[in-house]
Nanobody, 124 residues
Framework: QVQLVESGGGLVQAGGSLLLSCAAS????????VGWFRQTPGKEREFVAGMLRTSVNTAYADSMKGRFTISRDNAKNTVYLLMNSLKPEDTAVYYC?????????????????WGQGTQVTVSS
């Protein structure tokens, strides 16, 4: 079993940056594919970014490319999402996910574990 706990959300002005962290339990976490999703009220959950064991294999939603960076520190069992040039439309609850996959999944249900989410609010 893997537990995921996100942190780092908050209120930021447009154009600013935030670093989200996701701390994971479990000895085999370093072999898992990981991802970030986000959701706003009334909208479907949206894939943000994903990666496999190393940064050699990463994927981003088109609207996040060049602004967001996913990374991980396997020694610390932690996944990060660095968000730059934030826009008001980036306001959402951000969720960390992990799964026993050898590919980067962009569908929520393709992951095995999910965090509780952290709120990110970008003011204009």
């Amino acid at each position: 079993q893997v537990q995921l706990v996100e942190s780092g959300g908050g209120l930021v002005q447009a154009g600013g940056s935030l670093l989200l962290s996701c701390a994971a339990s479990g000895r085999t976490f370093s072999s898992f594919a990981v991802g970030w999703f986000r959701q706003t009220p009334g909208k479907e959950r949206e894939f943000v970014a994903g990666m496999l064991r190393t940064s050699v294999n990463t994927a981003y939603a088109d609207s996040m490319k060049g602004r967001f960076t996913i990374s991980r520190d396997n020694a610390k069992n932690t996944v990060y999402l660095l968000m730059n040039s934030l826009k008001p439309e980036d306001t959402a609850v951000y969720y960390c996910t992990a799964g026993r996959r050898f590919f980067i999944a962009s569908v929520w249900g393709d992951y095995d574990f999910w965090g509780q989410g952290t709120q990110v609010t970008v003011s204009s």
